[in-house]
């Protein structure tokens, strides 16, 4: 089942026209490292319920630049979310590539309302 998983994400990416990024993500590792995203970007509702109830943007579908670009912000301080520039300033550039390929393939994006 996890591999199957892998295999349709791969395929997705590998449908998906090639966006112009200085590192290759790979979506199955993006997966793994989401581990620490998904408390918060929760997939499916995109909704954290802790402390409150609290929006959280989708990131799940977007384009996979945009999300490296906005993860780039937080590191380099450009945007200034607390929480999202902790996150952010561990992440290698390898880590945004793989994250920002895992959510972009997501299949969560238009799903019927
Ligand atoms: C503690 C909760 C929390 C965790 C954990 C978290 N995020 Fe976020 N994230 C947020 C919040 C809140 C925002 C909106 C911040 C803002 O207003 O700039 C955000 C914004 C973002 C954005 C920008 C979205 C947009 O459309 O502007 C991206 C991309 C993102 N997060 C990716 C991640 C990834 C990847 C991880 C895991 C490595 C992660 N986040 C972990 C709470 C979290």
Do not use: W
Not at 1 to 26: S, Y
Not at 48 to 72: D, E, M, N, R
Not at 95 to 108: G, Q, T
């Amino acid at each position: 089942m996890i591999r199957l998983t892998a295999i349709c994400l791969g395929l997705a990416a590998a449908l998906a026209p090639g966006f112009a990024q200085a590192a290759e993500g790979n979506p199955a590792a993006g997966k793994g490292k989401s581990a620490m995203c998904a408390g918060c970007h929760g997939i499916p509702g995109y909704k954290t319920a802790f402390p409150v109830t609290y929006s959280v943007p989708k990131i799940g579908g977007q384009h996979a630049a945009y999300i490296v670009k906005a993860l780039q912000a937080y590191k380099n301080g450009d945007r200034t979310h607390p929480s999202m520039r902790a996150i952010a300033a561990g992440l290698t550039d390898q880590d945004m590539a793989d994250l920002a390929a895992y959510y972009a393939s997501s299949a969560v994006q238009t799903a019927a309302k």
